[in-house]
């Protein structure tokens, strides 16, 4: 494995591994889906989420024992950025929720959220959810050989402005692959031409938090769960990427698409930009 300014880079037997991982994260949030519902704890996501990781896909959650975190998933509702920690409260009719997923599988990591409804959502919600995807999908199609960082972010954050609304700065995606969160660091903001420029092999994650107001967010006591500070919902969509020697490689393709959030599609994404 080559380095370049301490970006790892990643081989085709590498890359590969790190999609074996990655699509066994995207499996279990498509088998979640039909378990999101008002009525149902976070608690009861997350033991679901773990007995499909260790026992169907024979992987380990990687999020358990992580800095002192105690659950698999992060189970983030409404106006929870981030980090939201599951618990015996119950999601409400109108809610949305962002599932968050970590699985190691032969030491390589997958890493991949997507949002879901409780229910039938606000008209609010469903822009705010629907346009963080569209910003996410805008900063992978930016993802290819010469563009750099700032390209990505600064196609995410043109995307959430359009629509009024804000992109959260603290929280960024990462590099990963035998390594959780490694080099580089991904914003969500920022400007063309600028930040590090992307080469093959390079694997990372693009993982846009989308307020519906202010960016402000605050850290709860219990020192994971992230809000924010106006109390205005949030929403988030994650995948990891992969830069490849003519653009991109999902490597967190959803299996099933979602509803009005379909899987992307390599070539017309490919197409696109």
């Not at 800095?67 to 999601?91: D, F, Q, T, W």
């Not at 992978?140 to 600064?154: E, M, S």
């Not at 990427?241 to 017309?268: C, K």
Request: proline share 5%; hydrophobic share 40%.
């Amino acid at each position: 494995m080559l380095k370049h300014r301490q970006v790892p880079i990643r081989s085709a037997e590498e890359v590969a591994m790190a999609r074996h991982a990655g699509g066994l994260a995207a499996q279990v949030l498509r088998m979640i889906a039909e378990h999101v519902r008002p009525g149902v704890t976070t608690d009861e996501l997350d033991r679901l989420c773990h007995d499909h990781i260790v026992n169907v896909l024979g992987a380990i959650p990687a999020n358990i024992g992580y800095h002192g975190y105690e659950k698999m998933i992060c189970a983030s509702v409404n106006h929870v950025v981030c980090h939201g920690i599951p618990s015996g409260k119950r999601l409400h009719q109108g809610d949305i929720v962002n599932i968050d997923v970590a699985l190691i599988k032969d030491g390589w990591f997958g890493d991949c959220s997507r949002m879901y409804f409780a229910g039938e959502p606000s008209v609010l919600a469903r822009r705010l959810v629907r346009t963080t995807y569209e910003a996410m999908c805008a900063g992978i199609r930016t993802v290819k050989p010469g563009n750099t960082l700032g390209d990505v972010g600064h196609a995410i954050q043109t995307v959430a402005h359009r629509q009024g609304f804000s992109v959260v700065r603290e929280y960024c995606g990462h590099g990963i692959g035998d390594v959780y969160h490694d080099e580089p660091q991904v914003l969500h903001y920022g400007r063309p031409g600028e930040g590090l420029r992307l080469v093959p092999g390079m694997v990372f994650t693009i993982e846009p938090m989308i307020n519906a107001g202010k960016a402000a967010t605050s850290t709860l006591p219990d020192g994971w769960t992230v809000v924010t500070r106006d109390r205005s919902l949030s929403a988030q969509w994650e995948h990891m990427v992969a830069v490849t020697e003519t653009g991109f490689e999902v490597l967190t393709g959803w299996p099933d698409g979602y509803g009005d959030y379909p899987a992307i599609e390599q070539a017309e994404v490919l197409s696109d930009a």
